[in-house]
C-alpha cells in the first residue's frame, strides 16, 4: 500500500502525473548524455580524440589542423560539448562534430 502515500507530480514533458519516484528516475536518466563524435563512436572522459578540419581557435589566434591529436577529453554534460586541454591553448572546449575517437 506504499503507492497509495506516494505523492504524484505533473510531468510537463509527457503531460501525466506519474509517482515522483518515478519522475526522478526519468530524470536521471535524461541527464546521463551519450556524447557521440562525428562518426557516430561513443566518447568518455579520458579519450583521446583527432581533429576531421582546421578549426580556426577564437581567442587564441590559431588554428587547429585536421588530424591534430587532442589526448584527454572530459564531458562537460552537453550532447555537442567537450572540454579539452592543448598547449597554448586554455579553455578549449570543441564540438563533437569536429573530433573522431582514436
Given at each position: 500500500m506504499s503507492g497509495e502515500d506516494e505523492d504524484y507530480v505533473y510531468d510537463e514533458e509527457s503531460g501525466e502525473w506519474m509517482p515522483a519516484s518515478e519522475l526522478e528516475a526519468k530524470r536521471a536518466a535524461a541527464d546521463a548524455v551519450e556524447v557521440r563524435?562525428?562518426?557516430?563512436?561513443?566518447?568518455?572522459?579520458?579519450d583521446?580524440?583527432?581533429?576531421?578540419?582546421?578549426?580556426d581557435v577564437k581567442g587564441a589566434g590559431q588554428t587547429l589542423?585536421?588530424?591534430?591529436?587532442?589526448?584527454?577529453?572530459r564531458l562537460t554534460g552537453d550532447?555537442?560539448?567537450?572540454?579539452?586541454k592543448?598547449?597554448?591553448?586554455?579553455?578549449?572546449?570543441?564540438?563533437?562534430?569536429f573530433v573522431r575517437k582514436r
Open positions: 563524435d562525428a562518426v557516430g563512436n561513443l566518447l568518455a572522459d579520458g583521446a580524440v583527432t581533429l576531421i578540419k582546421d578549426l589542423k585536421r588530424g591534430t591529436l587532442i589526448p584527454s577529453i550532447a555537442q560539448e567537450i572540454d579539452c592543448y598547449p597554448g591553448i586554455k579553455g578549449l572546449v570543441l564540438r563533437a562534430e
